[in-house]
């Protein structure tokens, strides 16, 4: 490939978000290749896609490398080759703060609200659209409950460690995105919802809204 980054993309996975809101943070140019992941659709699981990456998942970053998978993965990278600004400061304490925050939606709730879970509750175990629903919003909650109560320790910052948005604000924007998609009643996490609103003021979390891409589906 060319020098350009390309980003395998869809406007609604909130994996890919956070991937889109680290290129802007850095200012790095890159081609969004749009890959229909809807269930019917599938095209993650379809030719050419499925050779090229074989996890059957998006985001996948083509890099003049290879090929990187694994959105949290892709923004280590990034933040060690485009270290300006750092996603993940350079204090061992903060940095391991940092990481127990983003993990604790890229590991604990995230998974558990992925399309793939959702379709199987639905076809093995007939689950209803009410069911899904509140499936989805209680591991949202439980998660945002153990963020919220970790906030509470801290002093208030624009950001959710500072000043400027690290790896943690780039991966509670897309999840409380998801949040508010599936109607999650959000009052009891006041300092999420505002670190949330600060953030989406800002250009590349602006720029990479899922609203904002070129394949998104108007209402």
Not at 1 to 14: H, I, K, P, V
Not at 50 to 76: F, H, W, Y
């Amino acid at each position: 490939m060319s020098g350009m980054l390309q980003l395998y993309d869809y406007w609604r996975s909130s994996a890919a978000y956070r991937v889109r809101i680290g290129l802007n943070l850095k200012g790095l140019d890159y081609e969004s290749i749009p890959v229909n992941i809807m269930p019917g659709t599938d095209e993650q699981m379809r030719e050419p896609y499925r050779s090229k990456n074989p996890q059957m998942r998006v985001p996948a970053l083509d890099t003049p490398q290879g090929l990187l998978t694994q959105s949290v993965a892709i923004l280590e990278w990034l933040d060690q080759t485009h270290p300006n600004p750092l996603f993940v400061p350079a204090d061992p304490w903060l940095a391991a703060q940092v990481r127990a925050f983003a993990l604790t939606i890229a590991a604990d709730i995230h998974p558990l609200n992925n399309t793939s879970v959702l379709t199987r509750i639905k076809l093995e175990f007939s689950a209803s659209e009410e069911h899904v629903g509140e499936w989805y919003r209680h591991w949202i909650k439980l998660g945002f409950a153990a963020l919220e109560h970790q906030a509470e320790q801290r002093t208030q910052t624009p950001f959710v460690f500072g000043g400027a948005p690290t790896l943690a604000d780039i991966l509670l924007v897309p999840q409380m995105a998801n949040a508010r998609r599936f109607k999650t009643d959000l009052s009891p996490f006041p300092r999420l919802l505002a670190w949330d609103e600060n953030a989406r003021k800002h250009p590349a979390f602006i720029n990479a809204a899922p609203e904002n891409q070129k394949d998104a589906v108007k209402p």
